[in-house]
């Protein structure tokens, strides 16, 4: 099993909302805290510029860093500090940041979590209830390409009760080291090369790059038997595994007709796929992205044996013995 940190919240398939963003249709293994919010939201804190303990090695953006142990009496309010500035997008609450990052306990220097060793940035969305209050305001409007480091005091992490299971007390303050990596909002799209589309007997996709819905034609033709995947935009990420999650635009069709049954371009929201889940519903779709590269847009035309067959859901657009077409634009993966 691929392994994962105890910082992420567990991700549900299907459709995660980016609030704010539009109103269009839709139909680990080792002990570790990361930032996933393990209580609600507060009043936003007051901001100071330290104190933060030194980081000692790894300094370049990238490199695993080493923090000394803090000294004297942390902060009661959230530390924050741009070791290295970044010339890249703005990073906006309720958008999905990737980075990665160390942290530490302020007292011992006990570093609980990171995710250089694990070569697999985290990408969580900066939002109330995904993530820790004091990331989602330490990060917010900061640029990626950024290292920063913040000292986190309990009401701002993980409150009175810690996180037993990474050694840490209710009364910790908490340092990390983050490199924001990359955003993606609603109106991301993959950003690959184009793939000449020369089989007339499948759909022609659209190559925009403008986070708007890529206009899909499909053939007035029978559909092909067997599942086929292919890329319209491909790109230099890594392939994605059998036992990953995917963050993605995507819209799905049905080949009889081509009505849209669901999407998330437009829809102010993006998508995240658990591939082991996705196995239990339409097997074609997660057979379609396994292998497929990060910053892609994917064609995958799924026959019914590996979609609904002949149970599909209720009151929408999908049959029994429907083909499905589907194009994902592969944000992420995790």
Same mark, same amino acid.
């Given at each position: ?5 105890? /910082? ?11 609030? +704010? ?7 680990? $293994?080792?002990?570790?805290? $990361?930032?996933?919010?393990?209580? $609600? ?14 980081? &000692?090695? *790894? ?9 000394? %142990? ?17 010339? +890249? ?12 990052? /160390?942290?530490?306990?302020?007292? &011992?220097? %006990? ?10 940035? /985290?990408?969580?969305?900066? =939002?109330?209830? #995904? ?13 990626? !390409? $950024? ?13 009175? @009760? ?33 793939? &000449? ?13 403008? *986070? ?16 086929? @995947? ?10 994605? %595994? ?45 057979? !379609? ?5 990060? !910053? #892609?847009?994917? /064609? ?6 590996? =979609? ?27």
């Amino acid at each position: 099993m691929r392994r994962r940190s105890l /910082l992420l919240a567990a991700l549900p398939a299907g459709l995660v909302t980016l609030a +704010g963003c539009g109103d269009g249709k839709s139909d680990s $293994s080792k002990a570790g805290a $990361s930032p996933s919010s393990s209580q $609600s939201s507060t009043p936003p804190p007051k901001i100071v510029d330290g104190p933060l303990p030194a980081i &000692t090695a *790894g300094v370049k953006f990238g490199e695993k860093p080493t923090v000394a %142990k803090g000294t004297g009496e942390p902060s009661k309010n959230l530390a924050v500090k741009t070791v290295i500035a970044g010339s +890249g997008r703005t990073v906006a609450e309720n958008e999905f940041i990737q980075a990665n990052y /160390l942290g530490q306990i302020w007292d &011992t220097g %006990k570093v609980f979590d990171n995710s250089y060793d694990r070569k697999s940035p /985290l990408v969580m969305q900066l =939002a109330q209830g #995904s993530i820790i209050d004091g990331w989602r305001y330490a990060l917010a409007g900061k640029k990626t !390409g $950024s290292r920063v480091e913040i000292a986190v005091p309990p009401a701002l992490g993980y409150g009175e @009760s810690g996180q037993p299971q990474a050694g840490i007390k209710g009364t910790d303050t908490l340092v990390f080291v983050i490199d924001l990596i990359d955003v993606f909002s609603s109106k991301s799209s993959a950003q690959g090369k184009a793939v &000449t589309q020369s089989d007339a007997g499948l759909p022609k996709v659209a190559t925009n790059t403008d *986070g708007k819905v890529p206009e899909v034609t499909v053939p007035k033709a029978d559909p092909p038997k067997k599942l086929v @995947s292919v890329y319209v935009l491909e790109g230099d990420g890594p392939e994605v %595994k059998a036992d990953q999650t995917v963050l993605c635009q995507f819209q799905g069709l049905v080949w009889d007709g081509g009505k849209t049954f669901q999407q998330t371009y437009g829809s102010g929201r993006l998508s995240q796929f658990s591939i082991g889940q996705m196995q239990q519903t339409v097997k074609g779709l997660a057979q !379609g992205l396994t292998g497929k590269k990060v !910053g #892609s847009r994917v /064609l995958i035309v799924v026959p019914p044996d590996l =979609a609904y067959g002949d149970n599909p859901p209720s009151g929408g657009v999908i049959k029994k013995g429907s083909t499905l077409v589907f194009t994902v634009d592969i944000l992420a993966a995790m």
